[in-house]
């Protein structure tokens, strides 16, 4: 059974950082794309970044650019989201994805 669960999802205030963890399962981890996508209430998923665990390649939404980082540790079958310098805007539940498997979420709260 393919698992996706995420955690490190807390309330912080604006300009902090907090590291998001998706652990996988049931799946070879080094052959997707794995993602993280967020969805504020009221507001469209949308996707704010993701990693191929084959190559390291990586892709970030142009509003995270600079303050996200994401990594990969395949020996772990784990995606980490490092989110520095956060925003009130980035509050939203954060779900993890990989082909069409998605997390339960974790939820992120900025206070400003």
């Known amino acids: 059974e393919v698992q996706l669960v995420e955690s490190g999802g807390v309330l912080v205030q604006a300009g902090g950082s907090l590291r998001l963890s998706c652990a996988a399962s049931?799946?070879?981890?080094?052959?997707?794309?794995i993602g993280w996508f967020r969805q504020a209430p009221g507001k469209e998923r949308e996707g704010v970044s993701c990693i191929s665990s084959s190559d390291g390649s990586t892709y970030y939404l142009d509003s995270v650019k600079g303050r996200f980082t994401i990594s990969s540790d395949n020996a772990k079958n784990t995606v980490y989201l490092q989110m520095n310098s956060l925003k009130p805007e980035d509050t939203a539940v954060y779900y993890c994805?990989?082909?069409?498997?998605w997390g339960q979420g974790t939820q992120v709260t900025v206070s400003s």
């Open positions: 049931g799946f070879t981890f080094d052959n997707y794309a």
């Open positions: 994805n990989s082909n069409t498997n």
